[in-house]
């Protein structure tokens, strides 16, 4: 018969002190002398004692668990942004706890409030306009937004989106291109940084921007929409995606419409996800929010 596993009673009695000594102690709460706590290790090492996290937990009132809320975990921006917080926390003894919000606004607030009752920290993706909001700093955890945030008070970490925008059309205009054009994705905050900062290239060199809008920043929308742009009256000779995903996308169309990348098109994107190097020619990218970026966020739940 299998035997039970030691209890925090059997260590007390082991160690010869008492239930709360042992608790305090396995918690953390208080610091004991050195021939107690040398007992109390003896007797945890030599009975194999393992505390129970849930019990721990209702003691202490900490999980030890932060919370990441992502977008769409299929995106490997994102399966990035998980790794590089993952490998965060555990440096800091702590576990992840993912949650998918699939590039739905509305499922965003049940989730992170029962989120919020989970972990002892959040970091948080939305889709959600900053006047939609506002309940998010009620959850009562720290919680760190990833984005700009005009005027509710929440830590964030932000990229330089415009810039890195900036930074792309400038390459474009260097090889030589004339006709450029923007494939965005209107219902993210990003996508107005980045149109501006392509804006603002284009406008000192007095040339125009085609702008198309897609409904999703996915694989299959860049694929879909690529025929509405090389194929209407006025083609572009280059195209910057809102990320990457919907530039190798509307790569595979381009290809499958007979044009050759970059001799007759050239086609950028934002995030700088592994796959990008695997195509040919391997798609340029702009890399301003890499997988470092969960370590800042974590530092504010210190």
């Known amino acids: 018969m299998k035997s039970s596993a030691p209890t925090i009673r059997d260590v007390a009695a082991a160690a010869q002190v008492s239930t ?15 021939r ?5 290790d003896a007797a945890i090492s030599s009975l194999g004692y393992k505390s129970n996290p849930l019990a721990k937990s209702m003691i202490t009132g900490r999980t030890n668990t932060i919370g990441l809320s992502v977008l769409d975990i299929t995106n490997p921006h994102f399966s990035s942004i998980l790794k590089g917080a993952n490998r965060v926390a555990h440096d800091h003894e702590y576990s992840v706890l993912l949650v998918d919000t699939e590039e739905t606004p509305s499922r965003e607030r049940r989730t992170l409030e029962e989120l919020g009752r989970r972990v002892d920290g959040m970091i948080v993706f939305s889709r959600l306009r ?14 760190v937004f990833f984005g700009s945030l005009n005027e509710l008070e929440l830590p964030t970490v932000a990229s330089d989106d415009h810039g890195g925008a900036f930074l792309l059309a400038q390459h474009l205009r260097m090889l030589g ?8 994705f209107s219902r993210s905050r990003r996508d107005e940084e980045r149109m501006g900062g392509i804006r603002e290239c284009l406008d000192a060199a007095g040339m125009e921007l085609a702008v198309f809008d897609g409904e999703s920043p996915s694989l299959a929308e860049g694929e879909r929409m690529c025929s509405n742009i090389v194929l209407g009256a006025h083609r572009p000779d280059a195209v910057v995606c809102y990320n990457d995903l919907m530039a190798l996308g509307f790569m595979k169309e381009a290809a499958n419409l007979g044009l050759s990348i970059p001799r007759d098109l050239s086609v950028v994107g934002f995030d700088n996800i592994p796959y990008g190097k695997y195509v040919t020619p391997a798609l340029t990218t ?17």
């Open 20 to 34: 709360a000594t042992v608790s305090k102690y396995i918690n953390g709460a208080q610091r004991f002398s050195p």
């Open 36 to 40: 107690v706590e040398a007992a109390l």
């Open 130 to 143: 900053e006047h939609e909001m506002p309940w998010m700093a009620e959850i009562g955890k720290p919680l």
């Open 177 to 184: 291109h004339k006709r450029i054009a923007y494939l965005g």
């Open 286 to 302: 702009d890399r301003s929010r890499g997988i470092d970026s969960p370590r800042l966020a974590a530092s504010f739940m210190k």
